[in-house]
T-cell receptor, first 114, second 113 residues
């Protein structure tokens, strides 16, 4: 199975930068996804990392270190609308079934305050 | 391009009943996955279907089952409902390819009385 850990809650100030960490333990690693979920809404895709390093997409960046089983999501120039839960999800290969499975962390609830 | 559509959006049932939830994936997506989301456990994987075959299954009891049709639409069934089955059930579809993300529907909120 997999073990994915993220902080439960974080609070940050509008205009600031926040880093949300995710650690995982898995075999057959095949990529890591970050999703954003506003209360009462569906998760929406933010970023994907499969190789080590930083992926930048506007105000959002995601980093991966496969050797450390570690990723982070960096949000810059925080806006009030960024208040949401951020879900880390690890995709790994089930060699027995010959298919991939996506396992989610429990999510980090980010509150952006004025 | 229409997104993932789930019906119904809300459902109230009583213990012991059964329920069927429906999911229509994004056109062209052949993989459909189902998740249960609760405040305490987060998003938990139920199963994945691809080309009408169950390709993967999570750790849920046999009361939870699903199927996929030739047009990739999927249904999930829960029999002998229990209070603990109250949750948001999310369906996600994706196209093939390692980097392809799953796209989620708005979910069905199931309440068991």
């Amino acid at each position: 199975g997999q073990n994915i850990d993220q902080p439960t809650e974080m609070t940050a100030t509008e205009g600031a930068i926040v880093q949300i960490n995710c650690t995982y333990q898995t075999s057959g690693f095949n990529g890591l996804f970050w999703y954003q979920q506003h209360a009462g809404e569906a998760p929406t895709f933010l970023s994907y990392n499969v190789l080590d390093g930083l992926e930048e997409k506007g105000r959002f960046s995601s980093f991966l270190s496969r050797s450390k089983g570690y990723s982070y999501l960096l949000l810059k120039e925080l806006q009030m609308k960024d208040s949401a839960s951020y879900l880390c999800a690890v995709r790994d290969l089930d060699s027995g079934a010959g298919s991939y499975q996506l396992t989610f962390g429990k999510g980090t609830k980010l509150s952006v305050i004025p | 391009k229409a997104g993932v559509t789930q019906t119904p959006r809300y459902l109230i049932k009583t213990r012991g009943q059964q329920v069927t939830l429906s999911c229509s994936p994004i056109s062209g997506h052949r993989s459909v996955s189902w998740y249960q989301q609760t405040p305490g456990q987060g998003l938990q994987f139920l199963f994945e279907y691809f080309s009408e075959t169950q390709r993967n299954k999570g750790n849920f009891p046999g009361r939870f089952s699903g199927r996929q049709f030739s047009n990739s639409r999927s249904e999930m069934n829960v029999s002998t409902l229990e209070l603990g089955d109250s949750a948001l059930y999310l369906c996600a579809s994706s196209s093939e390819g390692g980097s392809q993300p799953q796209h989620f529907g708005d979910g069905t909120r199931l309440s068991i009385l």
